[in-house]
């Protein structure tokens, strides 16, 4: 079996398992590489100023510190488990944000707003 695989050009890795000839192509691309690179710089954190940083809803459970910019650029929210807090996603809907609420262990939100449904 091994044969065959190294007739059409695979090789075997570092890591014992079979690497073939597209594969090796992918990896060796200068594309991939400046893709895996570009994935890497969005993953790595941002240190941001508290100037750039707001708490919006509740001060304890329930109210998150996010960048404004994440906030004015957004259009859309999907929030999972509100239990009896839904501060954030009502001031992200005074807003204008659009969104959905998830929370499997309550009936209904504790506060409605037009711009937010509810799922169970």
Not at 7 to 24: D, V
């Amino acid at each position: 079996m091994l044969v065959l695989y190294k007739k059409r050009g695979s090789i075997i890795n570092r890591w014992g398992s079979i690497t073939s000839p597209q594969e090796l192509e992918i990896q060796r691309s200068p594309r991939l590489g400046e893709r895996a690179r570009s994935l890497v710089q969005y993953l790595t954190p941002t240190i941001l100023g508290l100037e750039r940083l707001k708490r919006y809803g509740s001060i304890a459970d329930g109210g998150y510190v996010i960048p404004i910019n994440a906030v004015n650029n957004s259009k859309f929210l999907i929030s999972g488990g509100i239990e009896t807090n839904n501060e954030f996603e009502i001031e992200l809907a005074n807003l204008g944000i659009i969104g959905v609420q998830i929370d499997s262990s309550i009936d209904s939100p504790p506060n409605e707003h037009e711009n937010l449904s509810f799922t169970r």
